[in-house]
T-cell receptor, first 110, second 114 residues
Framework: GQSLEQPSEVTAVEGAIVQINCTYQ??????LSWYQQHDGGAPTFLSY????GLEETGRFSSFLSRSDSYGYLLLQELQMKDSASYFC???????????FGAGTRLAVHP | DAGVIQSPRHEVTEMGQEVTLRCKPISGHNSLFWYRQTMMRGLELLIYFNNNVPIDDSGMPEDRFSAKMPNASFSTLKIQPSEPRDSAVYFC????????????FGPGTRLTVT
């Protein structure tokens, strides 16, 4: 089966850098996705890593190490609006199906 | 571009009543997913369709839940009879077949069963 582990909460201050880790166990690996969800909102897609290394999209970057079954989401120059839950996800049981982690709640303080 | 559309946004019903949630995926997307989100269980996949065909319904909690996709632009999730433990936010999401890792979620339906 598939399982993912990520910290439940992370706290940081505005302007700082924060890293949210995700470790996974899956049979057959096709890539690691990250989603953001604000309170009361819907999950929105942030990034996808199919290969090892760092993918950068503006202030957000995502890293994958397939040999370590590990990835992280790096958020730089934190802003208050980055306060949200962040989910890592892996395909499970086929290309279509995503299995989501329990989510990491990020609180950004002034 | 219209995103995934869900209705109703909020539903309050009494235990035992039938509830129907509706979803219109993004045009051109051929995969559709129904999720349920609660504090206790997180984001759970209930069922997904590919080209209108149900592929995996192993996440459907019990026979009280059913889902249909009669055409490429419409899907329903029905709960009959509803129970208080069904209270949750239900999301519909869609994606293209070649980019299933990038799913587009609707705004969700907040269901409260009293």
């Amino acid at each position: 089966g598939q399982s993912l582990e990520q910290p439940s909460e992370v706290t940081a201050v505005e302007g700082a850098i924060v890293q949210i880790n995700c470790t996974y166990q899956t049979s057959g690996f096709y890539g690691l996705s990250w989603y953001q969800q604000h309170d009361g909102g819907a999950p929105t897609f942030l990034s996808y890593n199919a290969l090892d290394g760092l993918e950068e999209t503006g202030r957000f970057s995502s890293f994958l190490s397939r040999s370590d079954s590990y990835g992280y989401l790096l958020l730089q120059e934190l802003q208050m609006k980055d306060s949200a839950s962040y989910f890592c996800a892996v395909p499970g049981g086929g290309y279509n199906k995503l299995i989501f982690g329990a989510g990491t709640r990020l609180a950004v303080h002034p | 571009d219209a995103g995934v559309i869900q209705s109703p946004r909020h539903e309050v019903t009494e235990m035992g009543q039938e509830v129907t949630l509706r979803c219109k995926p993004i045009s051109g997307h051929n995969s559709l997913f129904w999720y349920r989100q609660t504090m206790m269980r997180g984001l759970e996949l209930l069922i997904y369709f590919n080209n209108n065909v149900p592929i995996d319904d192993s996440g459907m909690p019990e026979d009280r839940f059913s889902a249909k996709m009669p055409n490429a632009s419409f899907s329903t999730l029905k709960i009959q009879p509803s129970e208080p433990r069904d209270s949750a936010v239900y999301f519909c999401a869609s994606s293209t077949r070649l980019a299933d890792y990038e799913q587009y979620f609707g705004p969700g339906t907040r269901l409260t069963v009293t």
